[in-house]
């Protein structure tokens, strides 16, 4: 890394190298069977540098070829973006603890005994379901420095494990779906079978809803497409576009005062923590919403230059060869006063909706969401009486959670990457085919 700034300064202005490397062991069982075993590693190293006033980007997995990198980023910035801010400097950085060496340690053995386990306990319930599990144990490390002196690393741990079960029965074909991560082994598999488990006898039998206005409640794993507008308005980018809604709203109360959402970086225990973003800017628990009130917005150096803010440490990058962009890390939403067996109880007649298909193709700058319920429950005098099918749901989500929360429970669920509760919303439009 050294050698590619040294090379790169003599050239450019200012540089940027960045160095990720990373290992992972996937075991795949599919339709109730052992499908595959893997291991993989990649390494790769990315540069930035500002030459001229432009930002220039490259990549390679050869890193010892500095000469190549650098003349390729060079090439590049004749044509790149306005260099209107500056690389990170050196920062306080926060100690986050997400690596477990126990990880590390985990066998193929063990996980093919993990994943056998769920599939056996599921199927248990009747020959004919199939059951699909995807364990993987993985370990990264990311390195950053630059021409102002910033050089910092992290290294970290991730075991996620996702159920999937279906089962076709006549016409009827029931999909559920669960999925949780950690920076630890210890994911509370139990819990997550006893919810597909769950998830599969409420849904055996069908039950019809009409098309109305109904409270209807969004499990943690329904949440994200709810939030996706607000991160997306949130954005800096969209924000110094100017087709953001939320451009001038910082400070204004937008939300129900009992709505709070952060991103949370740097959170102890989740495998995508870090205690600096992909820029090298010092990472942090960021309010965007704190009691309704707009807080943050979620900006990069880039976006934090042009609105004249500072960087709040949200640049992502997706892979070693893109160039670092905002993104979302540790979402989450603060819990509410609410048990959740009494927020089912006092339903008299909605739903439950735990899976959305296509609400992301939407508008998200209008807050509207749309989409199809592929899992969802009709809950009629407070009882999960079936599942429903061929409904849409329709909800401005700006309004909802402003004006029509009737509850967050207490309880949350924290799926690594996640961590929410379950939020009951009022006068939710449905659509049910007749």
Same mark, same amino acid.
């Given at each position: 890394?050294?050698?590619?700034?040294?090379?790169?300064?003599?050239?450019?202005?200012?540089?940027?190298?960045?160095?990720?490397?990373?290992?992972?062991?996937?075991?795949?069982?599919?339709?109730?069977?052992?499908?595959?075993?893997?291991?993989?590693?990649?390494?790769?190293?990315?540069?930035?540098?500002?030459?001229?006033?432009?930002?220039?980007?490259?990549?390679?997995?050869?890193?010892?070829?500095?000469?190549?990198?650098?003349?390729?980023?060079?090439?590049?910035?004749?044509?790149?973006?306005?260099?209107?801010?500056?690389?990170?400097?050196?920062?306080?950085?926060?100690?986050?603890?997400?690596?477990?060496?126990? &990880?590390?340690?985990?066998?193929?053995?063990?996980? =093919?005994? %993990?994943?056998?386990? $769920? #599939? +056996?306990?599921?199927?248990? !319930?009747?020959?004919?379901?199939?059951?699909?599990?995807?364990?993987?144990?993985?370990?990264?490390?990311?390195?950053?420095?630059?021409?102002?002196?910033?050089? &910092?690393?992290?290294?970290?741990?991730?075991?996620? =494990?996702? %159920?999937?079960?279906? $089962? #076709? +029965?006549?016409?009827?074909? !029931?999909?559920?779906?669960?999925?949780?991560?950690?920076?630890?082994?210890?994911?509370?598999?139990?819990?997550?079978?006893?919810?597909?488990?769950?998830?599969? &006898?409420?849904?055996?039998?069908?039950?019809?809803?009409?098309?109305?206005?109904?409270?209807?409640?969004?499990?943690?794993?329904? !949440?994200?497409?709810?939030?996706?507008?607000?991160?997306?308005?949130?954005?800096?980018?969209?924000?110094?576009?100017?087709?953001?809604?939320?451009?001038?709203?910082?400070?204004?109360?937008?939300?129900?005062?009992?709505?709070?959402?952060?991103?949370?970086?740097?959170?102890?225990?989740?495998?995508?923590?870090?205690?600096?973003?992909?820029?090298?800017?010092?990472?942090?628990?960021?309010?965007?919403?704190?009691?309704?009130?707009?807080?943050?917005?979620?900006?990069?150096?880039?976006?934090?230059?042009?609105?004249?803010?500072?960087?709040?440490?949200?640049?992502?990058?997706?892979?070693?060869?893109?160039?670092?962009?905002?993104?979302?890390?540790?979402?989450?939403?603060?819990?509410?006063?609410?048990?959740?067996?009494?927020?089912?109880?006092?339903?008299?007649?909605?739903?439950?909706?735990?899976?959305?298909?296509?609400?992301?193709?939407?508008?998200?700058?209008?807050?509207?969401?749309?989409?199809?319920?592929?899992?969802?429950?009709?809950?009629?005098?407070?009882?999960?009486?079936?599942?429903?099918?061929?409904?849409?749901?329709?909800?401005?989500?700006?309004?909802?959670?402003?004006?029509?929360?009737?509850?967050?429970?207490?309880?949350?669920?924290?799926?690594?990457?996640?961590?929410?509760?379950h939020v009951l919303l009022d006068g939710l439009g449905v659509a049910a085919r007749a």
């Open positions: 890394m050294q050698k590619i700034l040294d090379v790169a300064l003599v050239h450019a202005e200012a540089a940027e190298v960045y160095r990720k490397t990373s290992s992972s062991t996937p075991v795949e069982f599919s339709n109730n069977k052992l499908k595959s075993i893997d291991t993989s590693f990649s390494e790769g190293v990315a540069l930035r540098v500002m030459k001229e006033g432009r930002v220039g980007f490259s990549s390679t997995t050869k890193q010892h070829d500095a000469s190549t990198l650098v003349s390729n980023a060079l090439a590049t910035a004749q044509f790149g973006a306005d260099a209107v801010f500056e690389f990170a400097p050196t920062a306080e950085f926060a100690n986050v603890r997400n690596f477990d060496s126990g &990880v590390v340690q985990i066998g193929v053995e063990q996980m =093919v005994d %993990v994943g056998r386990q $769920i #599939v +056996e306990s599921v199927s248990a !319930l009747d020959p004919n379901v199939m059951v699909s599990v995807s364990i993987e144990k993985a370990c990264d490390k990311c390195e950053i420095a630059n021409s102002r002196g910033l050089w &910092v690393s992290h290294e970290s741990t991730s075991y996620s =494990v996702s %159920v999937s079960a279906e $089962i #076709v +029965e006549g016409e009827n074909f !029931l999909q559920v779906y669960d999925v949780a991560s950690s920076a630890s082994a210890g994911i509370p598999v139990d819990d997550m079978v006893s919810r597909i488990k769950q998830k599969i &006898v409420s849904g055996r039998k069908n039950a019809k809803i009409s098309s109305g206005k109904y409270p209807v409640l969004f499990t943690p794993l329904a !949440l994200a497409d709810i939030l996706r507008p607000i991160l997306a308005c949130a954005n800096g980018t969209a924000v110094h576009k100017g087709f953001s809604p939320f451009k001038d709203k910082l400070g204004e109360r937008l939300f129900a005062a009992s709505f709070d959402l952060y991103c949370d970086s740097v959170r102890d225990g989740s495998p995508s923590s870090t205690p600096f973003d992909a820029e090298g800017v010092a990472a942090r628990r960021l309010p965007i919403v704190k009691e309704g009130i707009l807080e943050q917005f979620m900006l990069d150096l880039r976006t934090a230059s042009l609105l004249r803010r500072a960087a709040t440490g949200s640049a992502v990058r997706h892979s070693v060869d893109s160039a670092p962009d905002i993104g979302v890390v540790g979402l989450e939403l603060s819990p509410g006063d609410g048990a959740l067996d009494k927020m089912v109880a006092q339903i008299r007649k909605g739903l439950i909706v735990d899976l959305l298909m296509g609400a992301w193709s939407g508008n998200p700058f209008g807050g509207v969401v749309n989409g199809n319920v592929m899992l969802g429950f009709v809950v009629e005098d407070g009882e999960v009486v079936g599942r429903c099918k061929d409904v849409m749901l329709s909800c401005n989500v700006f309004e909802a959670l402003r004006e029509q929360i009737i509850a967050i429970s207490k309880e949350r669920e924290d799926r690594g990457e996640t961590l929410f509760p």
